[in-house]
């Protein structure tokens, strides 16, 4: 595996591997690696050849300066998981290198005014920003992108049709801990009382799922046993639970077509995001959590 600082070592590294005839692959993460970032790796290792991943803690998506600056980092670490997952280049950029005197930013609209779009000002203009330019550095024929993060996953697909990006987008499945805490690098804050408690996250989709089974297409009663679930363990610290139509994630009052039921609550100071895609095929409907 490559380690590589510089831009311009990259396009030589991914002109020469193109040369050769082979198909790049491409994972975009900020580090502090974990089991999903290393899942996105495999599903390259499966379609491509050579596979690019970054790891750049972009101040520019942090709307919050403190989330920014507690950020975990293990870089040693990440650099030993990522060779053995079959990284072939490593960027690691940092902060003059990707942005000197940065004037342009890139934004989506309308797939940004929901859920935390409308939670956290300014966060996916630097995302895709960032990956705008992580696209033009690395120039992939594929990338991959986790459902955990789902209304990024919905804006980088918009952005890639709106911009002519030619790159795939492979989206990953959650990849979950054993008792269904959705792997995030941002779990290492949590103490073990507040990490119990977000065991509640995946109860409140389960609870969900069970509902939409049993027939019920109602979003607000979905959303209010939701909201039960989570308020036994945890007071007012919701920031949104919402059932939004997929791909383009406009609140809707019934589930009847694709959709998401995402929320994002705080534990302690800890911001924890997780989802449900709800896919419909005829009138049987299939709900990935
Ligand atoms: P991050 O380092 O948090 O910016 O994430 C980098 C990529 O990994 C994004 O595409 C995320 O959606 C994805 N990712 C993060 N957590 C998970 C997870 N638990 N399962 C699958 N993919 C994930």
């Known amino acids: 595996m490559e380690r590589v600082k510089e831009i311009s070592r990259v ?12 198909r790049i692959g491409f994972v975009p993460t900020m580090g502090y690696l974990h089991e999903g970032h290393l899942s996105l790796v495999r599903i390259l290792k499966e379609r491509t050849d050579f596979v690019v991943m970054s790891i750049f803690v972009n101040k520019l998506q942090f709307n919050d300066l403190n989330d920014f600056d507690s950020y975990p980092k293990d870089i040693q670490r990440d650099m030993e998981l990522a060779e053995k997952a079959g990284v072939d280049l490593l960027f690691l950029p940092d902060d003059s290198e990707m942005y000197s005197n940065n004037l342009t930013v890139v934004d989506v609209h ?3 005014e929901n859920l935390c779009g409308a939670h956290r000002p300014g966060h996916f203009q630097g995302v895709f920003t960032v990956v705008s330019k992580l696209f033009n550095i690395v120039q992939p024929d594929v990338a991959v ?8 996953v919905s804006g980088i697909k ?3 049709t709106d911009l002519n990006f030619p790159i795939e987008i492979k989206v990953a499945p959650i990849v979950r801990e054993k008792d269904g805490l959705a792997m995030s690098s941002r779990n290492k804050h949590l103490s073990s009382e507040e990490r119990n408690n977000a065991l509640a996250l995946n109860r409140s989709l389960h609870r969900a799922k069970k509902m939409l089974m049993s027939g019920e297409r109602d979003s607000s009663i ?6 039960e679930e989570i308020s036994s363990v945890t007071h007012g610290d919701m920031d949104y639970i919402s059932v939004v139509s997929f791909p383009d994630l406009k609140d809707v009052d019934r589930i009847d077509g694709d959709s998401v039921i995402a929320l994002a609550v705080y534990f302690g100071d800890t911001r924890l995001i997780d989802n449900m895609l709800i896919e419909f ?3 049987s409907l299939n709900c990935i959590i």
Do not use: H, N, P
């Not at 396009?11 to 082979?22: I, N, T, Y």
């Not at 459902?147 to 990024?152: A, F, G, L, S, V």
């Not at 979905?222 to 909201?227: F, Q, R, S, V």
């Open 158 to 160: 918009k952005m890639v």
């Open 145 to 152: 992108f986790g459902q955990k993060d789902i209304q990024q």
């Open 281 to 283: 095929t005829g009138d």
């Open 222 to 227: 979905i959303i209010e046993a939701m909201k």
């Open 11 to 22: 396009r030589e590294l991914v002109g020469a591997a193109r040369e050769d005839g082979g």
């Open 110 to 112: 309308e797939i940004t």
